[in-house]
Protein backbone atom coordinates (compact mmCIF):
# COMPACT_ATOMS: atom_id res chain seq x y z
CA UNK A 1 0.00 0.00 0.00
CA UNK A 2 1.70 3.68 -1.19
CA UNK A 3 1.97 5.75 1.80
CA UNK A 4 0.19 9.34 1.86
CA UNK A 5 2.99 10.81 4.14
CA UNK A 6 6.70 11.55 2.71
CA UNK A 7 9.55 12.53 4.54
CA UNK A 8 11.14 15.69 3.56
CA UNK A 9 14.52 14.85 3.57
CA UNK A 10 12.93 13.27 0.17
CA UNK A 11 10.61 16.44 -1.20
CA UNK A 12 12.82 17.89 -4.06
CA UNK A 13 14.00 21.46 -2.97
CA UNK A 14 12.68 24.22 -5.12
CA UNK A 15 13.69 28.09 -4.43
CA UNK A 16 11.40 30.72 -6.02
CA UNK A 17 12.24 32.07 -9.41
CA UNK A 18 11.98 35.89 -9.93
CA UNK A 19 11.78 38.52 -12.64
CA UNK A 20 12.41 41.26 -10.14
CA UNK A 21 13.43 40.74 -6.53
CA UNK A 22 11.36 41.26 -4.43
CA UNK A 23 8.55 42.63 -6.22
CA UNK A 24 7.54 39.93 -9.09
CA UNK A 25 8.15 36.44 -8.83
CA UNK A 26 7.83 33.89 -11.77
CA UNK A 27 5.01 31.35 -12.13
CA UNK A 28 3.06 33.60 -9.64
CA UNK A 29 0.47 36.66 -10.02
CA UNK A 30 1.38 40.15 -9.21
CA UNK A 31 -1.29 43.10 -8.58
CA UNK A 32 -0.48 47.04 -9.10
CA UNK A 33 -3.80 49.13 -8.10
CA UNK A 34 -4.68 52.89 -8.36
CA UNK A 35 -7.20 55.29 -9.18
CA UNK A 36 -8.48 56.92 -12.99
CA UNK A 37 -6.25 59.32 -11.73
CA UNK A 38 -3.52 57.78 -11.24
CA UNK A 39 -3.51 56.82 -14.92
CA UNK A 40 -2.56 53.25 -14.09
CA UNK A 41 -2.35 53.07 -18.19
CA UNK A 42 0.49 55.00 -18.24
CA UNK A 43 2.00 53.17 -15.54
CA UNK A 44 1.79 49.80 -17.01
CA UNK A 45 3.00 50.93 -19.87
CA UNK A 46 6.50 52.49 -18.89
CA UNK A 47 6.75 49.35 -16.75
CA UNK A 48 6.50 47.33 -19.66
CA UNK A 49 9.13 49.58 -22.01
CA UNK A 50 11.09 49.46 -18.83
CA UNK A 51 10.62 45.80 -18.70
CA UNK A 52 11.52 45.31 -22.30
CA UNK A 53 14.95 47.81 -22.49
CA UNK A 54 16.49 46.27 -19.53
CA UNK A 55 16.02 49.14 -16.78
CA UNK A 56 14.22 46.64 -14.53
CA UNK A 57 16.44 43.96 -15.53
CA UNK A 58 19.84 43.39 -16.89
CA UNK A 59 18.63 41.15 -19.31
CA UNK A 60 15.25 42.43 -21.39
CA UNK A 61 12.21 39.69 -21.29
CA UNK A 62 9.78 39.14 -23.93
CA UNK A 63 6.40 40.40 -22.90
CA UNK A 64 2.75 39.86 -23.79
CA UNK A 65 0.76 42.76 -23.17
CA UNK A 66 -2.88 42.19 -22.63
CA UNK A 67 -5.56 45.21 -22.17
CA UNK A 68 -9.31 44.20 -23.24
CA UNK A 69 -10.14 47.74 -23.78
CA UNK A 70 -7.67 49.73 -25.74
CA UNK A 71 -6.44 48.70 -29.50
CA UNK A 72 -3.07 47.47 -30.36
CA UNK A 73 -2.52 50.53 -32.87
CA UNK A 74 -3.02 52.95 -30.06
CA UNK A 75 -0.87 50.88 -27.76
CA UNK A 76 2.21 50.55 -30.41
CA UNK A 77 1.98 54.51 -30.46
CA UNK A 78 2.27 54.60 -26.69
CA UNK A 79 4.74 52.05 -26.40
CA UNK A 80 6.98 53.87 -29.11
CA UNK A 81 6.62 57.53 -27.32
CA UNK A 82 8.58 55.92 -24.45
CA UNK A 83 11.04 53.60 -26.76
CA UNK A 84 10.35 50.62 -26.25
CA UNK A 85 11.91 47.61 -27.94
CA UNK A 86 8.83 46.71 -29.44
CA UNK A 87 10.41 43.14 -30.76
CA UNK A 88 10.25 42.43 -26.96
CA UNK A 89 6.68 42.87 -26.91
CA UNK A 90 3.25 41.45 -27.97
CA UNK A 91 -0.04 41.35 -28.22
CA UNK A 92 -3.21 38.81 -28.76
CA UNK A 93 -5.49 39.31 -31.68
CA UNK A 94 -8.20 38.46 -29.33
CA UNK A 95 -8.42 40.22 -26.16
CA UNK A 96 -10.62 38.17 -23.77
CA UNK A 97 -9.43 36.14 -20.89
CA UNK A 98 -10.35 32.62 -23.24
CA UNK A 99 -7.96 33.76 -25.74
CA UNK A 100 -5.46 33.76 -23.28
CA UNK A 101 -5.76 30.80 -21.85
CA UNK A 102 -5.84 29.28 -25.42
CA UNK A 103 -2.11 31.09 -26.37
CA UNK A 104 -0.65 29.15 -23.38
CA UNK A 105 1.39 26.65 -25.76
CA UNK A 106 2.12 29.86 -27.95
CA UNK A 107 2.91 31.73 -24.81
CA UNK A 108 5.45 29.27 -23.62
CA UNK A 109 6.72 28.78 -27.60
CA UNK A 110 7.86 32.13 -27.48
CA UNK A 111 9.46 32.20 -24.09
CA UNK A 112 7.41 35.28 -22.92
CA UNK A 113 8.64 35.95 -19.50
CA UNK A 114 5.86 38.24 -18.15
CA UNK A 115 2.30 39.35 -18.93
CA UNK A 116 0.80 42.43 -18.25
CA UNK A 117 -2.47 42.71 -17.71
CA UNK A 118 -4.38 46.44 -17.72
CA UNK A 119 -7.88 46.69 -16.87
CA UNK A 120 -8.19 43.47 -14.85
CA UNK A 121 -11.88 44.32 -13.91
CA UNK A 122 -12.93 44.52 -17.64
CA UNK A 123 -11.20 40.96 -17.93
CA UNK A 124 -12.91 39.50 -14.88
CA UNK A 125 -16.11 41.02 -14.64
CA UNK A 126 -17.61 39.52 -17.23
CA UNK A 127 -21.51 40.63 -15.96
CA UNK A 128 -22.40 43.52 -13.17
CA UNK A 129 -23.72 41.88 -10.64
CA UNK A 130 -20.70 39.36 -10.21
CA UNK A 131 -20.02 37.34 -6.97
CA UNK A 132 -17.17 36.45 -5.37
CA UNK A 133 -16.89 32.68 -5.98
CA UNK A 134 -16.85 33.77 -9.98
CA UNK A 135 -14.38 36.41 -9.24
CA UNK A 136 -12.11 33.83 -7.62
CA UNK A 137 -12.27 31.34 -10.51
CA UNK A 138 -11.45 33.88 -12.57
CA UNK A 139 -8.18 34.76 -10.31
CA UNK A 140 -7.74 31.13 -9.87
CA UNK A 141 -7.21 30.48 -13.88
CA UNK A 142 -4.97 33.45 -14.19
CA UNK A 143 -2.63 32.25 -11.10
CA UNK A 144 -2.72 28.54 -12.96
CA UNK A 145 -1.66 30.09 -15.97
CA UNK A 146 1.41 31.78 -14.12
CA UNK A 147 2.36 28.53 -12.88
CA UNK A 148 1.73 26.52 -16.50
CA UNK A 149 3.65 28.79 -18.16
CA UNK A 150 6.08 30.25 -15.60
CA UNK A 151 5.31 33.84 -16.60
CA UNK A 152 5.17 36.52 -14.25
CA UNK A 153 1.99 37.74 -14.61
CA UNK A 154 1.46 41.71 -13.67
CA UNK A 155 -2.28 42.87 -13.13
CA UNK A 156 -3.84 46.38 -13.62
CA UNK A 157 -6.66 48.09 -11.61
CA UNK A 158 -8.24 51.04 -11.34
CA UNK A 159 -11.19 49.72 -9.47
CA UNK A 160 -10.30 48.02 -5.82
CA UNK A 161 -9.52 51.63 -4.33
CA UNK A 162 -10.51 51.85 -1.02
CA UNK A 163 -12.00 55.20 -1.42
CA UNK A 164 -13.93 53.52 -4.43
CA UNK A 165 -17.65 51.77 -4.64
CA UNK A 166 -17.14 49.94 -8.36
CA UNK A 167 -16.25 46.89 -6.20
CA UNK A 168 -16.95 46.03 -2.97
CA UNK A 169 -15.65 44.16 -0.12
CA UNK A 170 -16.77 41.06 -1.25
CA UNK A 171 -15.66 41.34 -4.57
CA UNK A 172 -12.42 43.28 -4.18
CA UNK A 173 -11.41 40.05 -1.57
CA UNK A 174 -10.02 37.47 -4.44
CA UNK A 175 -8.26 40.24 -6.29
CA UNK A 176 -5.97 41.32 -3.30
CA UNK A 177 -6.23 37.58 -1.61
CA UNK A 178 -4.17 35.14 -5.00
CA UNK A 179 -1.29 37.81 -5.69
CA UNK A 180 1.65 37.16 -4.30
CA UNK A 181 2.44 40.99 -4.30
CA UNK A 182 0.91 44.06 -4.25
CA UNK A 183 1.67 47.28 -5.52
CA UNK A 184 0.50 50.30 -4.78
CA UNK A 185 0.74 53.06 -7.53
CA UNK A 186 0.52 56.53 -6.76
CA UNK A 187 1.20 59.74 -8.99
CA UNK A 188 3.53 62.09 -8.17
CA UNK A 189 3.43 64.88 -11.01
CA UNK A 190 4.78 62.96 -14.12
CA UNK A 191 6.36 60.24 -12.43
CA UNK A 192 4.52 57.10 -10.39
CA UNK A 193 5.43 55.96 -6.49
CA UNK A 194 5.23 52.59 -6.14
CA UNK A 195 4.83 50.96 -2.71
CA UNK A 196 5.09 47.06 -2.00
CA UNK A 197 1.72 46.62 0.17
CA UNK A 198 2.20 42.63 0.24
CA UNK A 199 4.53 40.27 -0.28
CA UNK A 200 3.92 36.09 0.26
CA UNK A 201 7.41 34.86 0.05
CA UNK A 202 10.08 37.42 1.41
CA UNK A 203 10.04 40.95 3.20
CA UNK A 204 8.81 43.90 0.90
CA UNK A 205 10.66 45.81 -1.02
CA UNK A 206 12.03 49.48 -1.00
CA UNK A 207 9.09 52.26 -2.76
CA UNK A 208 10.68 53.16 -5.60
CA UNK A 209 10.04 55.80 -8.41
CA UNK A 210 9.52 55.42 -11.96
CA UNK A 211 9.77 58.69 -13.84
CA UNK A 212 9.30 59.89 -17.25
CA UNK A 213 12.34 59.09 -18.32
CA UNK A 214 11.46 55.13 -17.76
CA UNK A 215 14.45 55.46 -14.61
CA UNK A 216 13.72 53.99 -11.48
CA UNK A 217 14.82 55.24 -8.38
CA UNK A 218 14.39 53.60 -4.68
CA UNK A 219 13.25 55.22 -1.50
CA UNK A 220 14.99 54.51 1.53
CA UNK A 221 12.42 53.47 4.17
CA UNK A 222 14.36 52.89 7.17
Not at 52 to 79: H, Q
Not at 105 to 115: K, T
Not at 162 to 184: F, G, M, N, T, W
Request: charged fraction near 25%; glycine fraction near 4%.
Amino acid sequence: MSSLITSFADVETKEIQWLWNPYIALGKLTLAYGTKETDLTDFMLRFTVALSTGVIREVPCSILYFDSEMNAGWIKSRLQAYNADLTKISCLHDSSLAALFQAKDEINRAHIGAIVINGLERLLFTKKAMKANEINTGMQQLAALAKETQCAILLGSEDIYPDRSVISRYQAEPIKRIPRSILRVERSDSSFLVIQEKNNITENGQPFILDDQGTISFIDHT
